[in-house]
């Protein structure tokens, strides 16, 4: 007990906590330096969904390896899910636009109707920013309300500058590492 009544922390317990901390902290680092996963087991499903989108394969590869690590059962904390981690709000409507009808939110870890769904939405956000790749994928992560608000923060930069300079954080990592693992995946 100190003088004024309060208990001091044991030393034990600090250092446990350091412990802790510098694990979860290099788990954190090895997991953000860690190379793109092998994702041929979904070669013929992302093949297939980039030749209908439009949308090139190495990017789609990419964008998987970073949303879901190659787990068609990913399901985030706000419920996207599947491959391409796609919410099931996004998936319905993309599916209308594709004539795939009904959609029930567990379709979304059907590999294949997963990634031809996230292809889709992709190949419109990629038309949406004339091709720009930095502001196609910010928009996938973070939402084209997002993305006009950074763009009009910095009109006259180029948008993966926009992107570094304006994004949340997850979202300047997610590009970043996308457009790197791009270059894992091509032929």
């Not at 949303?67 to 491959?83: D, F, I, N, Q, T």
């Amino acid at each position: 007990m100190t003088e004024a009544g309060a208990v001091r922390p044991r030393r034990g317990a600090l250092v446990v906590l350091a412990v802790l901390a510098a694990l979860l902290l290099g788990v954190w680092w090895g997991r953000l330096r860690a190379g793109p996963p092998d994702l041929r087991a979904w070669d013929a499903e992302i093949d297939a969904a980039a030749r209908e989108s439009g949308v090139d394969g190495s990017l789609l590869r990419a964008l998987v390896a970073v949303e879901s690590g190659g787990r068609p059962e990913a399901l985030s904390s706000k419920g996207a899910r599947g491959l391409l981690q796609v919410i099931p709000a996004t998936a319905r409507a993309e599916a209308e636009r594709l004539g795939l009808g009904a959609l029930d939110d567990d379709d979304l870890y059907q590999p294949a109707v997963n990634l031809r769904i996230g292809a889709s939405y992709l190949a419109r956000l990629l038309a949406r920013y004339g091709g720009d790749e930095a502001f196609a994928l910010a928009a996938y992560n973070a939402g084209p309300t997002a993305v006009r608000r950074w763009r009009g923060r910095q009109p006259q930069r180029p948008a993966l500058e926009v992107v570094l300079r304006e994004g949340y954080p997850e979202t300047r990592l997610h590009v970043t590492r996308v457009l790197r693992w791009r270059e894992a995946y091509r032929d």
